[in-house]
């Protein structure tokens, strides 16, 4: 399985310490917050992947070209924004006809591949996507989610004042060839995920609850509690 780590935001709700780095290069307990991620994907069997790059591109190009999993990454440059639709059409031959992970390289976390690959295995009939979920401890900053009885998507709520819940969405998603076919035929450069094509399928998209560590690096707030977390233990970390 290959998959797309989108790291080519601006990191705007992290500025001023974005004015002069990239969110994904933010170093959290002395290491990039890229390099979480490339540990997580690739010691759990990710083939390759694939990195988008736009803010600061050319730091990142240097430190991918410094990371030990070099000869498992590929980038593409973005000189403007796509979304992260936009990016998974675009980018549509990279993939092949086969499912894919796509996600947010600005979250920190400690989920499990291989388990959220073995759900999406399992998931019911006509389902095209599973959905990395976590409970929060702020759930008016998240997309929160509602569930029906079979655990499928039925209603999504962004960074609402009176949320109905505090189940969120980790922005980790195992996407099949049907939604991306979707996102092509709107025939439009910048296709947004979350609200263009998820509301399209509810009803078919399944959620994976993770109960270990997962945290939006969308702040300083979020950012200092993570450092917290990482020195305190808090989050599995690779000994690479």
Not at 209 to 236: F, M, Q, V
Request: with cysteine; aromatic share 8%.
């Amino acid at each position: 399985m290959r998959a797309l780590l989108l790291a080519a935001g601006l990191g705007t709700r992290l500025r001023p310490i974005t004015d002069s780095i990239p969110k994904c290069l933010v170093p959290i307990n002395g290491r990039p917050l890229l390099d979480y991620w490339f540990d997580l994907l690739f010691e759990s069997g990710i083939e390759r992947a694939l990195v988008n790059t736009h803010y600061f591109a050319d730091r990142v190009a240097t430190h991918i070209a410094s990371s030990a999993w070099k000869s498992r990454i590929d980038q593409v440059f973005e000189p403007e924004l796509l979304g992260t639709g936009g990016t998974l059409v675009a980018n549509s031959d990279y993939f092949g006809d086969v499912s894919v992970l796509l996600a947010h390289a600005d979250n920190l976390t400690d989920f499990s591949v291989g388990d959220m690959v073995a759900a999406h295995a399992r998931r019911p009939v006509g389902c095209v996507m599973t959905m990395l979920s976590f409970r929060t401890d702020d759930p008016k900053s998240c997309g929160i989610l509602e569930l029906d009885r079979h655990g499928l998507l039925k209603a999504f709520h962004e960074k609402v004042d009176d949320p109905p819940g505090d189940l969120a969405n980790g922005a980790v998603y195992l996407i099949e060839p049907e939604m991306r076919a979707f996102a092509s035929a709107l025939n439009t450069p910048f296709v947004d995920l979350q609200t263009e094509v998820i509301p399209h399928f509810l009803g078919r998209i399944q959620a994976y609850e993770h109960t270990g560590y997962h945290r939006d690096i969308g702040n300083p707030a979020s950012l200092a509690k993570a450092e917290a977390d990482a020195r305190s233990g808090g989050l599995r970390q690779s000994s690479r």
